[in-house]
């Protein structure tokens, strides 16, 4: 899932469309530069063996729905997307923001926390 020119796409894309795009690319080990970092629950993953496990065990864990509540471009390679996540995982619900920087069209860092 590699984008060749980000910064045309990112300047055209809407706060529904980058979140679009992010879910997908994260869950899709594809999605990522081989070097990438992802951050998730204080624990970083580096390099895609790592973030291909995390994306398999991460995805399992519990289910739950996410609402859309904002998206904001930062420059032509930074996006916070911010999502709502209601399910069965302890406390039920959360709002979560989704930091992340593009290299050559790839998820270089991810970064999930409140």
Known sequence: MRLTCWGTAARAMSAWAAR??????????????????????????TGTAAIGTWLSTAAGEFTFTTERLGAERL????????????????????????????????????????
Do not use: K, M, Q
């Open 20 to 45: 679009a795009w992010l879910r997908a690319a994260i869950r899709r080990i594809s999605a990522f530069h081989e070097n990438a970092t992802v951050t998730d629950e204080d624990v970083t993953h």
């Open 75 to 114: 420059d032509d390679t930074h996006w916070v997307v911010t999502n709502r996540l209601e399910g069965d995982f302890p406390g039920g619900r959360a709002d979560l923001r989704y930091r992340f920087a593009l290299r050559s069209g790839l998820i270089e860092d991810l970064t999930i926390a409140p």
